[in-house]
């Protein structure tokens, strides 16, 4: 399954951690920050995407569009409903 997970706080990187430890699933975390993103990427095996998740661009090189599964759990409500709305019409296409 792949996974696309909005947001590498403490919620985001639970859910990743959760979520990695089944072979099936490609995960890719998406956040600004990317002394974070290297640390997930140090612990666990998931794909990292540097910027900001409400940006269609970012979005589309994480992969949106094959995505199974999204999870935003940025720190800005805004920000998630935002991404997800993006994410909805990039993945209809």
């Given at each position: 399954?792949?996974?696309?997970?909005?947001?590498?706080?403490?919620?985001g990187?639970?859910?990743?951690?959760?979520?990695?430890?089944e072979?099936e699933n490609?995960?890719?975390?998406v956040d600004?920050?990317?002394i974070?993103?290297?640390?997930?990427?140090?612990?666990?095996?998931?794909r990292?995407?540097?910027?900001?998740?409400?940006l269609?661009?970012?979005?589309?090189?994480?992969?949106?569009?094959?995505?199974?599964?999204?999870?935003?759990?940025?720190?800005?409500?805004?920000?998630?409903?935002?991404?997800?709305q993006i994410?909805?019409?990039?993945?209809?296409?």
């Amino acid at each position: 399954m792949k996974i696309l997970i909005l947001g590498a706080g403490q919620v985001g990187t639970s859910v990743a951690a959760a979520l990695s430890v089944e072979d099936e699933n490609d995960i890719t975390v998406v956040d600004r920050d990317l002394i974070r993103l290297r640390e997930l990427t140090e612990k666990l095996d998931i794909r990292a995407v540097a910027g900001h998740a409400s940006l269609p661009s970012v979005l589309t090189q994480a992969g949106v569009e094959e995505a199974d599964l999204l999870v935003a759990v940025t720190s800005s409500d805004e920000v998630n409903l935002l991404a997800c709305q993006i994410a909805a019409q990039q993945n209809k296409a």
